[in-house]
């Protein structure tokens, strides 16, 4: 089980806007950035957003994070198909002394 | 490119031992904090263990206290998992992640190798 909590399923259809939650807890999201990843299918992660809302180059503007609190959300809008990917959320974690990834989120474009 | 290429994954038997290795290139290697991360079939990720730029600082999950070691070699650009003591629940893929230059808690992994298979299995 993972301390990140994440939904383990999202969809859309092309052009709609959906949301990613991340729940942590104080010792992580509530005192550390968030980063989230993109993994599409049969490649490695990659870097998608980090601390909180920034965005590495080449990544789209139709991706974008925000925290609050002791929680996190990517959102991705005008959605295409190449979206359709697994997202994870992830924080380092004070009290275990090491990085927490949500369980990860599938995205399916319908 | 910048790159990382990992190697030295395959079959293992319970109980028996791995060394993976991580090769990268053009960055300045040293510089850097690194990370394993690893992935079972058909699960999600999970981080390993963190090594700071300088091994002045390391950092396991509780799943792989004890058992698997980090180090690095800054003088060949190569990082290094020593893994013993293997169960059946460490068959995953297993990525290397360069982190960042400052605090660990405030890296982020934005370069990932390519992964290497270890399975472990009688």
């Known amino acids: 089980q993972s301390v990140l909590t994440q939904p383990p399923s999202a969809s859309g259809t092309p052009g709609q806007r959906v949301t990613i939650s991340c729940s942590g807890s104080n010792s992580n999201i509530g005192s550390n950035t968030v980063n989230w990843y993109q993994q599409l299918p049969g490649t490695a992660p990659k870097l998608l957003i980090y601390?909180?809302?920034q965005r590495p180059s080449g990544v789209p503007d139709r991706f974008s994070g925000s925290k609050s609190g002791t929680s996190a959300s990517l959102a991705i809008s005008g959605l295409q198909s190449e979206d359709e990917a697994d997202y994870y959320c992830?924080?380092?974690?004070?009290?275990?002394?090491?990085?927490?990834f949500g369980g990860g989120t599938k995205l399916t474009v319908l | 490119e910048v790159q990382l290429v990992e190697s030295g994954g395959g079959l293992v038997r319970p109980g028996g031992s791995l060394r993976l290795s991580c090769a990268a290139s053009e960055f300045t290697f040293s510089s850097y904090n690194m990370n394993w991360v690893r992935q079972a079939p058909g699960k999600g990720l999970e981080w390993v263990s963190s090594?700071?730029?300088?091994?002045?600082?390391?950092y396991y999950s509780d799943s792989v206290k004890g058992r698997f070691t980090i180090s690095r070699d800054n003088a060949k650009n190569s990082l290094h998992l020593q893994m013993n003591s293997l169960r059946a629940e460490d068959t995953a893929v297993y990525y290397c992640a360069r982190g960042g230059v400052g605090p660990t808690r405030e890296n982020t992994f934005d370069i990932w190798g390519q992964g290497t298979m270890v399975t472990v299995s009688s």
């Open positions: 090594i700071t730029s300088s091994s002045s600082y390391i």
């Open positions: 601390s909180n809302n």
């Open positions: 992830a924080a380092w974690d004070d009290s275990l002394n090491g990085w927490m």
